[in-house]
C-alpha cells in the first residue's frame, strides 16, 4: 500500500532553523580546515629557521586551531589503521603471531623515538613544503592515540558473545556483512571511549609533536603545544595560564561538538535485551537528528552506498577462509621463519648496541628500566584501586553519569603535561625529588585509561543481568565477585595494558622536567632516553628504546596476555 504525506507536511517548509544551524556548523567547519590547512602547505627549508612563537594571547586562537587540526588528521588515520589491524589480527591466528606482539614494541617504543627516526624522512617526502614537518608531527600524535583504540578492538572482536556469532554463521553472513552487522557494533561502544581517551593521550604529547627537538636540531611548528613549550622557556606564567584556558575552552567544544554525539549515537550498540532507563543525550546529536537535510542526503547517496556494500559483500566471499587453530599449530614452518627472522632482528641490535655503547651501559640502562618499571606497577595498584570502583559506578548509574562524565572527560582529555610547569615549580620550592614527584607526573596521564574502560566495561554490562543481579540480592563483594568482574574485566585488561604502556611513554616527559634554566631529572629509563634524543646519540637511543620495548613486551607477555586469555575464556558474557 502506498503512503503519502499530510497536508500539514507538504506545508512544511522544506527547511527548518535545524537544517540552517547545520548548514552554517558545516560551512564554518570546511571553512576552517581549509583556512588552516593551507598554512601546512607553505615553503619550508630545514636550514632556515621557522617563524617564532608568538606569546600574545590574541595568537591563541589561531594554535589552537592549528592542534586541533593535527588532532582530528591522526585519529581520523589512528581509526582506520585500527579497523584494519584489529581486524586482521582477531581474524587471523597466523598474522596474530605477528601483529600482536608488534604492536606491544611500538606501543613501548616512545613518541620521541618515532620522531628521531621519521622526522628526517617526513622532510624528504616533501622536499621544499612545511607539510613533511607537519606529517611528522600528526604521525607522532598517531603513535600516541592509536594503540589504545587497537588493542581495545581487537580485543571486542576475541570476546563477541557467542550466542551472536553463531547466529553469524548461521545466517551465512560474508566476512563484510559480519563485520559491518556483528564486528563494528560490538566493538562500538569500548572503541569510542577508548578513542575518547586516545584523543586526550593525543593532547599529552602535543607538546613534544610541535616543538621537536632531536637530532640537535630543533623545529618549532606553531600550536598550543608549540606555545606552551616557549611558554616555559621564557618563564611567562601569565602565557601558561591563557594556554591552560584555551585548551579548556577547546576541550569543552571538543566534547560537546563532537564527543557527545558519538556518545549518543553509540548507544543503540549496546547488547541488551531491556532499554535503559536513560539513555545518554546530546543537544548537537538532537539538532543532527532534528534537522532534514542529513537524511535527504543519506537518502540520495543510499542507492550508491547499497551497492557498494554489495560489491564489498560479495567480494569479501570470494576471500579464502581463515585457517583453523590446529592449521595454524601445524604450520612449523612458519614458526621456524618467525621466530629466525625475530632473532636475527634481535642480534643485529644487540651488535650495534655491544659495538657502539658497551656492555656495561647495557646493564646500567637495564637498572634505570627497572627504577622505572616500579614507577609503573605503583602507578597501576594505586589507579585501580581507585578508578575502578569509580568506572563502574559511572557506568551502572546513568545520573551519576550525567553528573560526572563530562567531568572525567574533560580531565582525561586535559594534557597534563601543561600542568607540569607549576608542577615542577612546586617541586622546586618544596624541594621534593623527581624519584617520587615523578609517579605523579606520569599518573597525570595515564591513570586515565583505567577509568575509561571500567567505564565502558561497567556500561557494556546489560541491564538485565544488572536487574537479575539486584532481584536475587547480589550485595557487597558478592556482586563483584559474580557480575562486575567478569563484566568488566575484559575492559580493565585493556585499560591496564594501555595505561601501562602510557606510563612508559609518559616517563620521557615526567622523568625530566624543565622550568627556564632548572631541570630536574629523575633516575629512570625516560630521562635516559629523552637526554640520548636530545643529544642526538643514536646508539644510546636505540639502546634505550630496545630495553623499554624489552620491559613493555615482557610484561604484556608474562602478565598482561594472560589476563587477555583468562578474559577470553573465564570472564566473557
Given amino acids: 500500500m502506498r503512503t503519502f504525506p499530510t497536508a500539514e507536511t507538504l506545508q512544511r517548509a522544506p527547511f527548518g532553523l535545524a537544517d540552517v544551524a547545520v548548514i552554517i556548523t558545516a560551512l564554518t ?8 590547512g593551507s598554512d601546512m602547505l607553505v615553503q619550508f627549508q630545514p636550514d632556515v629557521p621557522l617563524p617564532e612563537i608568538d606569546l600574545d594571547p590574541r595568537r591563541l586562537p589561531y594554535y589552537a586551531g592549528r592542534s ?6 591522526a585519529l581520523f588515520v589512528s581509526t582506520v589503521f585500527t579497523l584494519i589491524y584489529g581486524y ?9 603471531k605477528i601483529l600482536i606482539p608488534l604492536l606491544d614494541i611500538l606501543q613501548s617504543v616512545p613518541v620521541l623515538g618515532f620522531l628521531s627516526i621519521t622526522v628526517t624522512g617526513f622532510i624528504a617526502l616533501f622536499p621544499g613544503s612545511l607539510l613533511g614537518l607537519e606529517a611528522a608531527s600528526i604521525f607522532a600524535i598517531f603513535t600516541s592515540q592509536v594503540w589504545n583504540m587497537t588493542f581495545s578492538f581487537y580485543q571486542s572482536l576475541r570476546t563477541i558473545p557467542r550466542e ?3 547466529a553469524a554463521r548461521l545466517y551465512q553472513l560474508s566476512r563484510w556483512q559480519r563485520f559491518t552487522k556483528l564486528e563494528v557494533p560490538s566493538a562500538m561502544v569500548g572503541l569510542l571511549w577508548n578513542a575518547m581517551m586516545s584523543f586526550g593521550g593525543g593532547w599529552f604529547f602535543v607538546a613534544e609533536s610541535e616543538a621537536i627537538s632531536v637530532l640537535n636540531k630543533e623545529y618549532i611548528l606553531p600550536g598550543l603545544g608549540s606555545y606552551v613549550a616557549t611558554a616555559i622557556a621564557k618563564e611567562n606564567l601569565g602565557a601558561l595560564g591563557w594556554a591552560l584556558l584555551t585548551i579548556a575552552i577547546v576541550i569543552v567544544a571538543v566534547d560537546q561538538l563532537f564527543w557527545r554525539p558519538l556518545v549518543a549515537w553509540s ?11 536513560e539513555v545518554p543525550s546530546s543537544w548537537m546529536y538532537e539538532l543532527i537528528t532534528t534537522a532534514r537535510l542529513p537524511s535527504l542526503l543519506g537518502n540520495l547517496f543510499a542507492p550508491l552506498a547499497e551497492e557498494l556494500d554489495r560489491f564489498l559483500s560479495d567480494l569479501s566471499r570470494l576471500l579464502p577462509a581463515p585457517l583453523g587453530d590446529g592449521e595454524v599449530n601445524n604450520d612449523r614452518w612458519f614458526n621456524f621463519l618467525l621466530w629466525l627472522v625475530t632473532g636475527l632482528l634481535i642480534a ?6 655491544i659495538r657502539t655503547a658497551g656492555i656495561a651501559e647495557v646493564f646500567k640502562v637495564l637498572g634505570l628500566g627497572l627504577l622505572t618499571l616500579l614507577r609503573v606497577m605503583v602507578l597501576l595498584v594505586v589507579a585501580t584501586l581507585i578508578w575502578t570502583p569509580v568506572g563502574v559506578a559511572i557506568g551502572f548509574n546513568p545520573k551519576l553519569a550525567r553528573f560526572l562524565q563530562p567531568v572525567v572527560q574533560f580531565l582525561a582529555s586535559f594534557p597534563a603535561n601543561f600542568v607540569f610547569p607549576f608542577a615542577t615549580v612546586f617541586f622546586i620550592r618544596s624541594g621534593i625529588s623527581l624519584n617520587w614527584g615523578s609517579i605523579l607526573l606520569m599518573s597525570l596521564g595515564a591513570q586515565w585509561y583505567i577509568l575509561f574502560n571500567s567505564i565502558a566495561g561497567a556500561q557494556s554490562i546489560p541491564t538485565d543481568l544488572r536487574e537479575m543481579a539486584d532481584d536475587i540480592g547480589l550485595r557487597g563483594w558478592k556482586r563483584w565477585q559474580r557480575l562486575i568482574i567478569p563484566g568488566i574485566f ?15 611513554n609518559a616517563s620521557i616527559v615526567s622523568e625530566i622536567v624543565s622550568w627556564g634554566n632548572t631541570t630536574l631529572t629523575a633516575q629512570g629509563l625516560g630521562a635516559y632516553i629523552s637526554e640520548a634524543t636530545n643529544q642526538g646519540n643514536w646508539a644510546r637511543i636505540t639502546l634505550g628504546i630496545g630495553i623499554m620495548s624489552l620491559f613493555v613486551v615482557g610484561l604484556n607477555r608474562l602478565f598482561w596476555r594472560r589476563l587477555y586469555q583468562l578474559a577470553e575464556s573465564k570472564y566473557h558474557l
Fill in 68 to 73: 586541533t587540526l593535527r588532532m582530528f588528521i
Fill in 88 to 96: 586482521v589480527a582477531a581474524n587471523s591466528r597466523r598474522a596474530e
Fill in 490 to 504: 575484559s575492559a580493565w585488561v585493556t585499560g591496564g595494558i594501555t595505561a601501562s604502556g602510557g606510563a612508559w
Fill in 29 to 36: 567547519v570546511l571553512a576552517l580546515i581549509a583556512h588552516l
Fill in 348 to 353: 643485529q641490535a644487540l651488535h650495534f648496541v
Fill in 267 to 277: 548507544d543503540k550498540f549496546r547488547l541488551e535485551q531491556s532499554a535503559s532507563a
Fill in 164 to 166: 551472536l556469532d553463531e
